[in-house]
Protein backbone atom coordinates (compact mmCIF):
# COMPACT_ATOMS: atom_id res chain seq x y z
CA UNK A 1 0.00 0.00 0.00
CA UNK A 2 0.75 3.94 -0.65
CA UNK A 3 -0.02 4.86 2.95
CA UNK A 4 -0.24 4.51 6.40
CA UNK A 5 -3.30 4.53 8.28
CA UNK A 6 -1.79 6.18 11.49
CA UNK A 7 -5.36 7.19 13.58
CA UNK A 8 -9.02 6.60 13.34
CA UNK A 9 -11.98 7.94 14.47
CA UNK A 10 -15.59 8.05 14.55
CA UNK A 11 -17.55 11.50 14.14
CA UNK A 12 -20.14 12.22 16.99
CA UNK A 13 -23.27 11.55 14.83
CA UNK A 14 -21.47 7.92 13.54
CA UNK A 15 -22.02 9.09 9.86
CA UNK A 16 -18.63 9.35 9.38
CA UNK A 17 -14.79 8.42 9.98
CA UNK A 18 -12.00 10.82 10.28
CA UNK A 19 -8.85 9.15 9.44
CA UNK A 20 -5.36 10.11 9.63
CA UNK A 21 -3.20 9.22 7.03
CA UNK A 22 0.32 9.17 6.18
CA UNK A 23 2.55 8.35 3.00
CA UNK A 24 5.08 5.70 3.05
CA UNK A 25 7.96 7.87 4.22
CA UNK A 26 5.80 9.76 6.57
CA UNK A 27 6.48 13.37 5.55
CA UNK A 28 2.51 13.90 4.33
CA UNK A 29 -0.49 13.54 6.66
CA UNK A 30 -4.16 13.91 5.48
CA UNK A 31 -7.19 14.37 7.94
CA UNK A 32 -9.71 12.84 5.96
CA UNK A 33 -13.47 12.27 6.42
CA UNK A 34 -14.99 9.24 5.37
CA UNK A 35 -19.27 9.78 4.58
CA UNK A 36 -20.25 5.89 6.10
CA UNK A 37 -22.77 5.99 3.72
CA UNK A 38 -20.95 6.68 0.71
CA UNK A 39 -17.78 5.90 1.30
CA UNK A 40 -16.54 9.07 -0.24
CA UNK A 41 -13.62 10.73 1.06
CA UNK A 42 -12.65 14.77 1.76
CA UNK A 43 -9.93 16.11 3.07
CA UNK A 44 -10.39 18.10 5.45
CA UNK A 45 -6.29 19.39 6.13
CA UNK A 46 -2.85 18.04 4.94
CA UNK A 47 0.40 18.72 7.14
CA UNK A 48 3.50 18.37 5.30
CA UNK A 49 7.53 18.50 5.88
CA UNK A 50 10.36 18.13 4.08
CA UNK A 51 11.82 15.38 6.40
CA UNK A 52 9.29 13.95 8.63
CA UNK A 53 5.60 14.46 9.96
CA UNK A 54 4.66 13.65 13.40
CA UNK A 55 1.66 12.07 14.22
CA UNK A 56 -0.38 13.38 17.43
CA UNK A 57 -3.22 12.34 19.38
CA UNK A 58 -4.17 15.47 19.92
CA UNK A 59 -7.57 15.75 18.16
CA UNK A 60 -10.87 16.49 20.07
CA UNK A 61 -14.10 16.35 18.40
CA UNK A 62 -16.67 19.47 19.98
CA UNK A 63 -20.02 18.54 20.79
CA UNK A 64 -21.27 20.90 18.09
CA UNK A 65 -20.37 18.46 15.20
CA UNK A 66 -18.59 21.52 13.63
CA UNK A 67 -15.13 21.97 15.10
CA UNK A 68 -12.26 20.01 16.36
CA UNK A 69 -9.30 20.56 18.16
CA UNK A 70 -6.00 19.93 16.62
CA UNK A 71 -2.22 20.02 17.36
CA UNK A 72 0.37 20.93 14.56
CA UNK A 73 4.14 21.94 14.05
CA UNK A 74 3.92 22.84 10.68
CA UNK A 75 4.24 26.77 11.22
CA UNK A 76 7.39 26.70 13.65
CA UNK A 77 8.23 23.65 14.08
CA UNK A 78 6.97 23.80 17.22
CA UNK A 79 4.05 21.83 18.66
CA UNK A 80 0.85 24.29 18.54
CA UNK A 81 -3.23 24.06 18.64
CA UNK A 82 -5.81 25.01 16.84
CA UNK A 83 -9.40 24.94 16.33
CA UNK A 84 -10.90 23.58 12.95
CA UNK A 85 -13.91 23.15 10.84
CA UNK A 86 -15.20 19.24 10.20
CA UNK A 87 -16.34 20.63 6.83
CA UNK A 88 -13.32 21.35 4.17
CA UNK A 89 -12.31 24.76 4.58
CA UNK A 90 -9.31 26.53 2.63
CA UNK A 91 -8.88 28.81 5.99
CA UNK A 92 -6.50 27.47 8.48
CA UNK A 93 -8.59 27.51 11.46
CA UNK A 94 -8.45 29.84 14.81
CA UNK A 95 -4.37 29.59 16.37
CA UNK A 96 -5.04 29.05 19.79
CA UNK A 97 -1.56 29.17 20.94
CA UNK A 98 1.94 29.97 19.25
CA UNK A 99 5.50 31.02 20.15
CA UNK A 100 8.83 29.40 20.34
CA UNK A 101 8.08 26.93 23.12
CA UNK A 102 5.78 23.67 22.74
CA UNK A 103 2.55 22.45 23.79
CA UNK A 104 3.38 19.11 25.72
CA UNK A 105 -0.63 17.39 25.87
CA UNK A 106 -4.20 18.62 25.64
CA UNK A 107 -5.43 18.15 29.69
CA UNK A 108 -9.14 18.89 28.90
CA UNK A 109 -11.42 20.69 27.04
CA UNK A 110 -14.64 22.90 28.84
CA UNK A 111 -16.92 23.35 26.12
CA UNK A 112 -19.90 25.11 28.56
CA UNK A 113 -16.94 28.05 29.28
CA UNK A 114 -15.29 27.81 25.33
CA UNK A 115 -11.96 26.98 27.38
CA UNK A 116 -8.81 24.18 26.29
CA UNK A 117 -6.69 23.13 28.87
CA UNK A 118 -3.37 21.83 28.10
CA UNK A 119 0.61 21.75 29.47
CA UNK A 120 3.58 23.57 27.69
CA UNK A 121 6.74 24.53 27.75
CA UNK A 122 6.39 28.50 27.91
CA UNK A 123 7.82 28.70 31.03
CA UNK A 124 11.11 27.18 30.34
CA UNK A 125 11.80 24.44 28.11
CA UNK A 126 12.61 22.05 31.42
CA UNK A 127 9.60 22.75 32.69
CA UNK A 128 5.95 21.32 32.21
CA UNK A 129 3.02 24.25 33.15
CA UNK A 130 -0.83 24.09 33.44
CA UNK A 131 -2.26 26.92 30.82
CA UNK A 132 -6.10 27.54 29.34
CA UNK A 133 -7.17 29.48 26.55
CA UNK A 134 -10.57 30.46 24.91
CA UNK A 135 -11.91 28.85 21.86
CA UNK A 136 -11.46 32.39 19.69
CA UNK A 137 -7.55 32.45 21.28
CA UNK A 138 -7.96 35.14 23.73
CA UNK A 139 -7.81 35.01 27.52
CA UNK A 140 -4.34 32.84 28.09
CA UNK A 141 -3.33 31.97 31.93
CA UNK A 142 -1.38 30.43 33.57
CA UNK A 143 -2.71 28.21 36.26
CA UNK A 144 0.10 26.07 38.11
CA UNK A 145 2.41 28.17 39.65
CA UNK A 146 5.30 26.53 41.25
CA UNK A 147 8.51 25.39 39.07
CA UNK A 148 8.94 22.20 37.87
CA UNK A 149 6.76 19.42 36.42
CA UNK A 150 3.35 19.13 36.36
CA UNK A 151 1.26 16.54 35.55
CA UNK A 152 -2.62 16.92 35.27
CA UNK A 153 -5.27 14.75 35.66
CA UNK A 154 -8.38 16.82 34.74
CA UNK A 155 -12.30 15.71 35.88
CA UNK A 156 -14.79 14.58 33.19
CA UNK A 157 -16.27 17.98 33.01
CA UNK A 158 -12.93 20.17 33.52
CA UNK A 159 -14.23 21.90 36.42
CA UNK A 160 -11.55 20.40 38.67
CA UNK A 161 -7.96 19.08 38.11
CA UNK A 162 -5.21 16.61 40.25
CA UNK A 163 -1.73 18.15 39.94
CA UNK A 164 1.27 15.69 40.56
CA UNK A 165 4.20 18.34 40.56
CA UNK A 166 7.56 18.11 41.70
CA UNK A 167 10.88 19.85 40.98
CA UNK A 168 14.55 19.45 40.75
CA UNK A 169 14.17 20.36 44.71
CA UNK A 170 10.48 18.91 45.52
CA UNK A 171 9.64 15.73 46.16
CA UNK A 172 6.20 14.88 44.45
CA UNK A 173 2.76 16.54 46.06
CA UNK A 174 -0.46 16.00 45.44
CA UNK A 175 -3.19 18.57 45.09
CA UNK A 176 -6.64 18.93 43.93
CA UNK A 177 -7.53 22.70 42.43
CA UNK A 178 -10.15 24.32 40.80
CA UNK A 179 -9.57 25.11 37.16
CA UNK A 180 -11.30 28.05 36.70
CA UNK A 181 -8.54 29.96 38.65
CA UNK A 182 -6.24 27.35 39.55
CA UNK A 183 -7.00 27.70 43.40
CA UNK A 184 -5.73 24.82 45.59
CA UNK A 185 -8.63 22.86 46.67
CA UNK A 186 -7.22 20.17 48.79
CA UNK A 187 -4.02 17.84 49.59
CA UNK A 188 -4.23 14.73 48.32
CA UNK A 189 -0.96 13.23 48.85
CA UNK A 190 2.16 15.81 51.12
CA UNK A 191 5.78 15.54 49.93
CA UNK A 192 7.86 13.28 51.55
CA UNK A 193 11.73 13.72 51.98
CA UNK A 194 12.43 10.57 53.74
CA UNK A 195 14.15 9.17 50.91
CA UNK A 196 16.01 12.13 50.27
CA UNK A 197 17.13 12.67 53.43
CA UNK A 198 17.82 9.12 54.10
CA UNK A 199 20.75 8.84 51.65
CA UNK A 200 21.62 12.13 52.02
CA UNK A 201 21.45 12.93 48.24
CA UNK A 202 22.53 16.42 47.50
CA UNK A 203 20.52 18.79 45.18
CA UNK A 204 20.57 19.01 41.91
CA UNK A 205 22.18 21.14 39.91
CA UNK A 206 20.99 22.87 36.24
CA UNK A 207 23.68 23.90 33.66
CA UNK A 208 22.86 25.83 30.45
CA UNK A 209 25.74 24.67 27.56
CA UNK A 210 25.81 25.68 23.79
CA UNK A 211 25.26 22.79 21.28
CA UNK A 212 28.05 23.06 18.34
CA UNK A 213 26.08 25.73 16.24
CA UNK A 214 27.27 28.44 19.32
CA UNK A 215 23.38 29.27 19.45
CA UNK A 216 20.83 26.08 20.63
CA UNK A 217 20.83 26.11 24.35
CA UNK A 218 21.41 22.61 25.58
CA UNK A 219 20.09 21.45 29.30
CA UNK A 220 22.17 19.11 31.77
CA UNK A 221 21.83 17.85 35.49
CA UNK A 222 24.63 17.18 37.81
CA UNK A 223 24.08 15.06 41.00
CA UNK A 224 27.56 15.07 42.95
CA UNK A 225 28.31 12.38 44.96
Known sequence: SRYIVARVAWMRNSKA?????????QNQLDLLRFDTTTGEPSRLLRETDPWWVNVQD???????????????????????????????????GVSL????WEVRAVAGLDEAAGAVYYTSSEASP????????KFDGSGKK????????????????????IDVATSLDRPWR???HQASDGSE?????????KQSDEY?????EVVKLKAADGATDLFAKIIRP
Open 97 to 100: TKGE
Open 185 to 193: VAVLAEASR
Open 174 to 176: QTL
Open 58 to 92: DMRLLKDGERFLWSTERDNGFRHLSLRSLTPSPTP
Open 126 to 133: IETQLYSV
Open 142 to 161: RLTSAPGIHKISMSPDSRFY
Open 17 to 25: LLVQRLNRI
Open 200 to 204: EILPT
